[in-house]
Protein backbone atom coordinates (compact mmCIF):
# COMPACT_ATOMS: atom_id res chain seq x y z
CA UNK A 1 0.00 0.00 0.00
CA UNK A 2 1.05 3.60 -0.66
CA UNK A 3 1.98 5.72 2.32
CA UNK A 4 3.46 9.22 3.14
CA UNK A 5 6.18 10.24 5.00
CA UNK A 6 6.37 13.27 6.59
CA UNK A 7 9.56 13.59 8.67
CA UNK A 8 9.08 16.33 10.73
CA UNK A 9 5.69 16.39 13.35
CA UNK A 10 6.91 19.61 15.10
CA UNK A 11 8.96 22.55 13.74
CA UNK A 12 9.19 25.86 15.94
CA UNK A 13 11.25 28.84 13.83
CA UNK A 14 12.00 31.98 14.91
CA UNK A 15 10.58 34.76 12.42
CA UNK A 16 12.78 35.47 9.03
CA UNK A 17 13.88 31.79 9.42
CA UNK A 18 14.04 29.18 6.19
CA UNK A 19 11.75 26.35 6.20
CA UNK A 20 11.92 22.83 4.85
CA UNK A 21 9.55 20.45 5.28
CA UNK A 22 10.23 17.01 4.11
CA UNK A 23 7.76 14.71 2.09
CA UNK A 24 8.30 11.39 1.20
CA UNK A 25 5.83 8.87 -0.62
CA UNK A 26 5.60 5.04 -1.77
CA UNK A 27 4.45 4.66 -4.75
CA UNK A 28 5.87 3.98 -8.06
CA UNK A 29 3.72 4.88 -10.96
CA UNK A 30 2.40 8.91 -11.96
CA UNK A 31 1.03 10.62 -8.93
CA UNK A 32 -0.28 14.51 -8.67
CA UNK A 33 1.52 15.79 -5.25
CA UNK A 34 0.13 18.55 -3.20
CA UNK A 35 1.02 20.17 0.08
CA UNK A 36 -1.89 21.92 2.25
CA UNK A 37 -2.32 24.20 4.90
CA UNK A 38 -4.38 24.49 8.09
CA UNK A 39 -4.47 27.14 9.84
CA UNK A 40 -5.49 27.15 13.20
CA UNK A 41 -9.53 26.42 13.48
CA UNK A 42 -9.73 26.20 9.93
CA UNK A 43 -10.50 23.56 7.61
CA UNK A 44 -7.30 22.50 4.83
CA UNK A 45 -6.37 24.66 1.94
CA UNK A 46 -4.80 23.95 -0.67
CA UNK A 47 -0.82 25.92 -0.90
CA UNK A 48 0.62 24.31 -4.57
CA UNK A 49 0.49 21.15 -6.10
CA UNK A 50 2.63 19.02 -8.84
CA UNK A 51 1.04 17.34 -11.52
CA UNK A 52 3.93 17.57 -14.34
CA UNK A 53 6.47 19.76 -16.34
CA UNK A 54 8.85 22.07 -13.85
CA UNK A 55 9.81 20.20 -11.01
CA UNK A 56 9.53 23.05 -8.49
CA UNK A 57 6.02 24.73 -7.98
CA UNK A 58 5.50 27.93 -6.86
CA UNK A 59 2.40 28.21 -4.40
CA UNK A 60 1.20 31.14 -2.63
CA UNK A 61 2.55 33.29 -0.02
CA UNK A 62 5.72 32.64 -1.06
CA UNK A 63 6.24 28.63 -0.59
CA UNK A 64 7.63 26.06 -3.27
CA UNK A 65 8.29 22.86 -3.39
CA UNK A 66 10.76 20.33 -5.48
CA UNK A 67 9.68 17.16 -6.51
CA UNK A 68 12.34 14.96 -6.54
CA UNK A 69 11.23 11.61 -8.62
CA UNK A 70 14.35 9.30 -8.11
CA UNK A 71 13.96 9.91 -4.10
CA UNK A 72 10.14 9.84 -4.20
CA UNK A 73 9.92 13.68 -2.26
CA UNK A 74 8.52 16.56 -2.90
CA UNK A 75 9.86 19.04 0.19
CA UNK A 76 7.88 22.23 0.95
CA UNK A 77 10.12 25.02 1.16
CA UNK A 78 10.11 29.33 2.07
CA UNK A 79 13.23 31.17 2.77
CA UNK A 80 11.40 33.32 5.14
CA UNK A 81 8.64 32.24 7.73
CA UNK A 82 6.21 34.62 9.37
CA UNK A 83 4.41 34.39 12.44
CA UNK A 84 1.22 34.21 10.13
CA UNK A 85 2.75 30.78 8.58
CA UNK A 86 2.00 28.94 12.27
CA UNK A 87 -0.20 26.32 11.11
CA UNK A 88 0.02 22.62 10.02
CA UNK A 89 1.03 21.00 6.46
CA UNK A 90 -0.18 18.06 5.03
CA UNK A 91 1.84 16.84 2.27
CA UNK A 92 -0.73 14.91 0.28
CA UNK A 93 -0.25 11.91 -3.08
CA UNK A 94 -2.90 11.32 -5.91
CA UNK A 95 -1.88 8.10 -7.13
CA UNK A 96 -3.36 8.04 -10.68
CA UNK A 97 -4.35 4.61 -10.74
CA UNK A 98 -7.66 2.75 -11.07
CA UNK A 99 -6.14 0.36 -8.67
CA UNK A 100 -5.38 2.50 -5.69
CA UNK A 101 -9.17 4.43 -6.39
CA UNK A 102 -7.77 7.38 -7.21
CA UNK A 103 -7.04 7.70 -3.50
CA UNK A 104 -5.69 11.49 -1.94
CA UNK A 105 -3.25 9.95 0.63
CA UNK A 106 -2.08 12.36 3.25
CA UNK A 107 0.94 12.26 5.62
CA UNK A 108 0.47 12.88 9.12
CA UNK A 109 0.95 16.48 8.98
CA UNK A 110 3.65 18.89 10.25
CA UNK A 111 2.74 21.45 12.92
CA UNK A 112 4.57 24.85 12.57
CA UNK A 113 5.25 27.20 15.19
CA UNK A 114 6.68 30.65 14.41
CA UNK A 115 8.05 32.78 17.33
CA UNK A 116 7.84 36.39 16.94
CA UNK B 1 -20.23 28.76 -6.24
CA UNK B 2 -20.35 27.34 -2.41
CA UNK B 3 -18.00 25.19 -2.40
CA UNK B 4 -18.17 22.15 0.06
CA UNK B 5 -20.91 22.35 2.65
CA UNK B 6 -20.92 20.21 5.78
CA UNK B 7 -23.52 20.32 8.52
CA UNK B 8 -23.65 20.60 11.15
CA UNK B 9 -20.39 21.72 12.42
CA UNK B 10 -21.11 20.65 16.00
CA UNK B 11 -22.48 17.73 17.60
CA UNK B 12 -22.55 15.98 21.03
CA UNK B 13 -23.72 12.36 20.89
CA UNK B 14 -24.38 9.79 23.32
CA UNK B 15 -22.40 6.24 22.78
CA UNK B 16 -24.77 4.28 20.91
CA UNK B 17 -26.41 6.81 19.22
CA UNK B 18 -26.86 7.60 15.94
CA UNK B 19 -26.81 10.36 13.23
CA UNK B 20 -25.71 11.32 9.86
CA UNK B 21 -23.29 13.92 8.61
CA UNK B 22 -23.99 15.51 5.48
CA UNK B 23 -22.06 16.81 2.95
CA UNK B 24 -22.52 18.58 -0.51
CA UNK B 25 -21.06 20.42 -3.39
CA UNK B 26 -21.51 22.16 -6.16
CA UNK B 27 -19.22 21.90 -8.20
CA UNK B 28 -20.07 18.55 -10.26
CA UNK B 29 -16.96 16.83 -8.69
CA UNK B 30 -17.40 13.40 -9.31
CA UNK B 31 -14.73 11.98 -6.77
CA UNK B 32 -16.26 12.86 -2.56
CA UNK B 33 -14.63 11.89 0.39
CA UNK B 34 -14.67 11.86 4.16
CA UNK B 35 -11.61 12.03 6.49
CA UNK B 36 -11.48 11.91 10.31
CA UNK B 37 -8.97 14.00 11.71
CA UNK B 38 -7.22 13.46 15.01
CA UNK B 39 -4.21 14.75 16.76
CA UNK B 40 -0.88 13.12 15.65
CA UNK B 41 -3.03 10.48 12.91
CA UNK B 42 -3.15 13.35 10.00
CA UNK B 43 -6.42 12.68 7.88
CA UNK B 44 -7.48 9.19 7.63
CA UNK B 45 -9.85 8.14 5.03
CA UNK B 46 -13.14 6.57 5.73
CA UNK B 47 -14.89 6.35 2.56
CA UNK B 48 -14.76 7.96 -1.00
CA UNK B 49 -16.71 7.75 -3.60
CA UNK B 50 -16.29 7.91 -7.35
CA UNK B 51 -19.47 8.77 -8.77
CA UNK B 52 -23.14 9.01 -8.04
CA UNK B 53 -24.15 5.15 -6.91
CA UNK B 54 -20.35 4.07 -6.65
CA UNK B 55 -18.50 3.98 -3.33
CA UNK B 56 -16.06 2.51 -1.32
CA UNK B 57 -13.94 1.97 1.71
CA UNK B 58 -10.88 3.79 3.02
CA UNK B 59 -8.81 3.28 5.66
CA UNK B 60 -10.92 3.21 8.75
CA UNK B 61 -14.35 2.74 7.60
CA UNK B 62 -15.57 0.52 10.61
CA UNK B 63 -18.74 2.19 11.98
CA UNK B 64 -19.27 4.30 9.10
CA UNK B 65 -21.58 3.98 6.37
CA UNK B 66 -22.34 6.04 2.96
CA UNK B 67 -24.23 6.23 0.29
CA UNK B 68 -24.31 8.40 -3.28
CA UNK B 69 -27.49 8.82 -4.96
CA UNK B 70 -26.71 12.22 -6.47
CA UNK B 71 -23.46 13.70 -7.74
CA UNK B 72 -24.26 16.60 -5.03
CA UNK B 73 -24.76 14.56 -1.60
CA UNK B 74 -22.49 12.64 0.16
CA UNK B 75 -23.82 11.85 3.87
CA UNK B 76 -21.85 9.58 6.34
CA UNK B 77 -23.72 7.90 8.96
CA UNK B 78 -22.77 6.57 12.40
CA UNK B 79 -24.19 3.88 12.61
CA UNK B 80 -23.72 3.57 17.04
CA UNK B 81 -21.58 5.92 18.01
CA UNK B 82 -18.48 5.19 19.84
CA UNK B 83 -16.16 7.71 21.63
CA UNK B 84 -13.30 6.44 19.52
CA UNK B 85 -15.51 8.44 17.05
CA UNK B 86 -14.83 11.46 18.52
CA UNK B 87 -13.00 13.57 15.98
CA UNK B 88 -12.84 16.30 13.39
CA UNK B 89 -14.58 15.31 10.03
CA UNK B 90 -13.68 16.56 6.61
CA UNK B 91 -16.06 16.10 3.66
CA UNK B 92 -13.89 16.45 0.53
CA UNK B 93 -14.52 16.61 -3.27
CA UNK B 94 -12.50 17.20 -6.47
CA UNK B 95 -12.49 16.62 -10.36
CA UNK B 96 -10.49 13.50 -11.09
CA UNK B 97 -6.57 14.21 -10.14
CA UNK B 98 -6.95 17.63 -9.60
CA UNK B 99 -7.01 19.88 -6.52
CA UNK B 100 -9.19 18.25 -3.81
CA UNK B 101 -11.42 20.91 -1.74
CA UNK B 102 -12.79 20.77 2.01
CA UNK B 103 -15.90 21.38 3.62
CA UNK B 104 -15.40 23.50 6.74
CA UNK B 105 -15.39 20.44 9.43
CA UNK B 106 -17.84 18.70 11.69
CA UNK B 107 -16.42 18.65 15.14
CA UNK B 108 -17.92 15.57 17.00
CA UNK B 109 -18.17 14.38 20.57
CA UNK B 110 -19.05 11.05 21.46
CA UNK B 111 -19.72 10.73 25.35
Known sequence: AQSVSQHNHHVILSEAAS?????????????????????????????????????LVKGIKGFEAEFIKSKFSFNLRKPSVQWSDTAEYFCAVNALSQSSGYALNFGKGTSLLVTP | NAGVTQTPKFQVLKTGQSMTLQCAQDMNHEYMSWYRQDPGMGLRLIHYSVGAGITDQGEVPNGYNVSRSTTEDFPLRLLSAAPSQTSVYFCASRLGGDTQYFGPGTRLTVL
Open chain 1, 19 to 55: LELGCNYSYGGTVNLFWYVQYPGQHLQLLLKYFSGDP
